[in-house]
């Protein structure tokens, strides 16, 4: 390896830890999760209808 390969390889290792920093970054913005558009808040009507069914039956 010449000098002003060791001499660059600082500089690369710099260069590759940016960009890869901004890759990772780009790829956390284009994630199409979202998992507040996921989230459950509770039995909905069907569920009330049919477990309301059930508590008249048995009281």
Not at 8 to 26: E, F, H, K, V, Y
């Amino acid at each position: 390896m010449s000098s002003l390969q060791r001499s660059l390889l600082p500089l690369r290792r710099s260069l590759n830890a940016i960009a890869t920093g901004w890759q990772d970054l780009i790829a956390r913005i284009r994630d199409p999760y979202r998992p507040e558009l996921h989230y459950m808040r509770g039995p909905g009507p069907k569920w009330r209808a049919k477990h309301a069914i059930q508590a008249a039956a048995a009281g």
